[in-house]
């Protein structure tokens, strides 16, 4: 699946998150023509319905600041099943669109950007590393 509503089609079909809309237009330079989500930046959590998981806000409305370290790492060709970040760093992952972002790649499931500070459009998900419960927290698995 390439975007949280499902396969290839772009634009959404129908207001599903909070994405640089009609309601944004103001504000930020690229919207999705036809869509207008009725917040022009951040929404109340659970303003849009959750996904099939049950999870609010997932793509859309902020992008997420994670725990991960950025890294961009040359295609090996071979897929690489959950892979976390590496131990060190100067800039942190960020993944996910937000109210501020519009464009067919930032829309995928699979952007990811990365920042050293925070911003408008960028909040985080307190969320822990389940298959490893032993490792306590020191900030990696």
Same mark, same amino acid.
């Given at each position: 699946?390439?975007?949280?509503?499902?396969?290839?089609? +772009?634009?959404?079909?129908?207001?599903?998150?909070? +994405?640089?809309?009609?309601? =944004?237009?103001? @504000?930020?330079?690229?919207?999705?023509?036809?869509?207008?989500?009725?917040?022009?930046?951040?929404?109340?959590?659970?303003?849009?319905?959750?996904? =099939?998981?049950? @999870?609010?806000?997932?793509?859309?409305n902020v992008s997420?600041?994670?725990?991960?370290?950025?890294?961009?790492?040359?295609?090996?060709?071979?897929?690489? @099943?959950?892979?976390?970040?590496?131990?060190?760093?100067?800039?942190?992952?960020?993944?996910? =669109?937000?109210?501020?972002?519009?464009?067919?790649?930032? @829309?995928?499931? =699979?952007?990811?950007?990365?920042?050293?500070?925070?911003?408008?459009?960028?909040?985080f998900r307190i969320?822990?590393?389940?298959?490893?419960?032993?490792?306590? +927290?020191?900030?990696?698995?």
């Amino acid at each position: 699946m390439m975007f949280p509503w499902g396969g290839e089609l +772009y634009p959404p079909p129908e207001v599903i998150e909070n +994405y640089a809309g009609q309601s =944004a237009a103001d @504000l930020v330079t690229f919207v999705l023509s036809n869509y207008d989500d009725g917040f022009p930046v951040s929404a109340p959590v659970g303003s849009f319905k959750p996904n =099939a998981k049950g @999870l609010f806000d997932m793509s859309g409305n902020v992008s997420e600041w994670i725990n991960d370290f950025f890294e961009i790492r040359p295609n090996s060709g071979e897929p690489t @099943l959950d892979p976390v970040g590496p131990d060190t760093g100067d800039r942190h992952a960020i993944r996910g =669109a937000s109210w501020a972002r519009a464009s067919r790649s930032e @829309l995928r499931l =699979a952007y990811r950007n990365s920042g050293r500070e925070g911003n408008l459009e960028t909040g985080f998900r307190i969320a822990r590393y389940v298959d490893k419960p032993d490792a306590g +927290y020191e900030g990696k698995p």
